[in-house]
T-cell receptor
Framework: QKEVEQDPGPLSVPEGAIVSLNCTYS??????FMWYRQYSRKGPELLMY????GNKEDGRFTAQVDKSSKYISLFIRDSQPSDSATYLC????????????FGKGTKLTVNP | DTEVTQTPKHLVMGMTNKKSLKCEQH?????MYWYKQKAKKPPELMFV???????INESVPSRFSPECPNSSLLNLHLHALQPEDSALYLC?????????????FGDGTRLSIL
């Protein structure tokens, strides 16, 4: 079983839709959870950063962490064509020399 | 535009060439990272520098040689690369290597080996 599982998609939605992106993980030591957005030919851009269980909202984006189920989600409300990108979940444990573990990424297309 | 700047954006080199990739950040971060990313794959960690000292080397072949001249600069020296080394090379930085400090990425150097 991989440490982090993420459905690679591709996911195609109409403009204005609510998008749900998800990752599951197996390592209970993970404490910090991130979502990165990567446009074609660009580096990953940090979108959301959360610690432990709960919700965090930033504009149209909401990150949700459920540590009891080892499940994290990113919701995008009122999706726009400019949201078309690959979304990578990433997570890391508490220790000082931990490595960031990425999901495979989900390719999202928002159609006008 | 990102706050981590990488040059060059594109590089084409032969297998016998020597070249260097450069990365610069002015956020006062004390940890810097090199990642390799192949198409449709997530980034893979290569090296971590913390306070200008190499702290993690992910068993990367010796044809890749990192260097951290100061706290805001990170180089990756390349020599005798193979075609399978063609990839996007990403630099990242964070305030420290402690886990609760997120990493910020540059836009990468797209490297092609002929």
């Amino acid at each position: 079983q991989k440490e982090v599982e993420q459905d690679p998609g591709p996911l195609s939605v109409p403009e204005g839709a609510i998008v749900s992106l998800n990752c599951t993980y197996s390592n209970s030591a993970f404490q910090y959870f991130m979502w990165y957005r990567q446009y074609s030919r660009k580096g990953p851009e940090l979108l959301m950063y959360t610690y432990s269980s709960g919700n965090k909202e930033d504009g149209r984006f909401t990150a949700q962490v459920d540590k009891s189920s080892k499940y994290i989600s990113l919701f995008i409300r009122d999706s726009q064509p400019s949201d078309s990108a690959t979304y990578l979940c990433a997570m890391i444990g508490q220790g000082g020399s931990e490595k960031l573990v990425f999901g495979k990424g989900t390719k999202l297309t928002v159609n006008p | 535009d990102t706050e981590v700047t990488q040059t060059p954006k594109h590089l084409v080199m032969g297998m016998t060439n020597k070249k260097s990739l450069k990365c610069e950040q002015h956020m006062g971060h004390r940890a810097m990272y090199w990642y390799k990313q192949k198409a449709k794959k997530p980034p893979e960690l290569m090296f971590v520098y913390s306070y200008e000292k190499l702290s993690i080397n992910e068993s990367v072949p010796s044809r890749f040689s990192p260097e951290c001249p100061n706290s805001s600069l990170l180089n990756l020296h390349l020599h005798a690369l193979q075609p399978e080394d063609s990839a996007l090379y990403l630099c990242a930085s964070s305030q420290g290597v402690v886990s609760n400090q997120p990493q910020h990425f540059g836009d990468g150097t797209r490297l092609s080996i002929l």
